[in-house]
């Protein structure tokens, strides 16, 4: 770990996984993840005028695309160690691939009221006008930021601040990928400043995980004229599924029988394969609609998309969490239920303190 700033100025602490914005050639051919954290935050100009203690940590060199449930709970120990050090805030450097489901995952198990600020680069450093150095300066900004306490987990990218639990990457390109489509960014950084239009309502975390073992949850999405043989087979080897259906939780009706026989041996969530938009509940009453499903066993997403609710159903079965507990986890964090329903104890927006957890 070292320094690039004093030690009584406010201190952030960068955790550098590796990923787009740590990868260069030395052949001038396709790229790999090379450079430390360190030379990452050294290419990034005007951190020294910025008044910020501004401390590296070379925690993983992998593609997003690499990292595992492991990398992230071992780097949420790390942070939440850096912070009660008196850190004011973290940021984490990654591969963008993965940013939207990392980021989650340390939303729900991130429980102080420091920010944890994730960016990644959508432009390696080898090329014209690489994004990574303005990314990074963002994300130090947000985390050293008062305005970004509370809030939990926060992905910092093109100089927008998103809330993690409604993020996605929507192009495999563009520099301006990352967007909160049911709702837009939290913030702005503007001119060197943090700014916040809006704040998430309340935070939901869950207790760390209890297993050595990982639970293995798959995640089903519903095609045209879909064949059940490939969901029965899915579902014999899984300890929970996420399906992602039609439209507001749709699926062929040759499906419901296996879907009906899975539901009652592991948990399985029911999410939207759309971009934008919930799972209702009781709209439809056809074989195979969401309120079909939902009355089979089904736990309905809400506004939770496939992704997210599989890092919410995983991380619950590694904190070997009750079945009853799982479902009302899942529809408060798709907003179907209030937040009294969480089975652990949630921080509002009018709460400063923290969010403290129990066990499962």
């Not at 916040?196 to 975390?205: A, F």
């Not at 089904?298 to 904190?319: D, S, T, V």
């Not at 209030?338 to 969010?355: C, I, K, L, Y």
């Amino acid at each position: 770990m070292s320094s690039t700033s004093t030690t009584s100025a406010p201190r952030v602490v960068v955790f550098g996984l590796g990923g787009t914005i740590a990868m260069t050639s030395s052949t001038g051919g396709a790229v790999s993840p090379t450079l430390s954290a360190q030379q990452l935050i050294d290419a990034v100009p005007g951190l020294a005028n910025m008044g910020i203690a501004i401390e590296v940590v070379d925690f993983r060199r992998r593609p997003g695309a690499s990292l595992a449930f492991a990398d992230l709970t071992d780097l949420h120990t790390a942070a939440a160690r850096a912070l009660a050090d008196g850190a004011v805030g973290v940021v984490v450097t990654q591969g963008t691939d993965t940013i939207e489901e990392t980021a989650y995952l340390l939303d729900l198990l991130h429980y102080r009221p420091e920010p944890i600020a994730i960016t990644g680069a959508m432009r390696n450093p080898t090329l014209a006008g690489a994004d990574g150095p303005a990314n990074v300066l963002a994300a130090i900004r947000t985390a050293a930021s008062p305005h970004a306490r509370d809030q939990g987990c926060l992905v910092a990218f093109a100089d927008e601040i998103h809330a993690a639990r409604w993020v996605t990457k929507t192009h495999s390109t563009s520099g301006a990928t990352f967007r909160s489509l049911d709702t837009g960014p939290l913030g702005y950084v503007l001119e060197g400043t943090v700014r916040m239009l809006n704040r998430v309502p309340h935070r939901l975390t869950v207790p760390a995980p209890h297993r050595a073992d990982t639970a293995t949850v798959a995640l089903h999405t519903v095609t045209l004229d879909d064949d059940p043989t490939i969901l029965d087979a899915i579902g014999r080897h899984c300890d929970g599924l996420v399906v992602a259906g039609f439209g507001v939780g749709h699926v062929p009706e040759p499906l419901v029988d296996t879907l009906t026989a899975l539901a009652g041996r592991i948990p399985v969530v029911l999410a939207s394969r759309t971009p934008a938009g919930p799972t209702l509940t009781r709209t439809y009453g056809f074989p195979g609609s969401e309120q079909d499903l939902i009355g089979r066993g089904l736990i309905p997403a809400g506004w939770l998309h496939p992704y997210k609710a599989r890092i919410l159903l995983r991380a619950l079965l590694a904190a070997d969490t009750k079945p009853h507990d799982i479902a009302a986890a899942v529809t408060t964090a798709g907003g179907l239920t209030e937040p009294t329903a969480w089975p652990w104890t949630t921080t509002s927006n009018n709460d400063r303190s923290g969010t403290s957890r129990t066990d499962a």
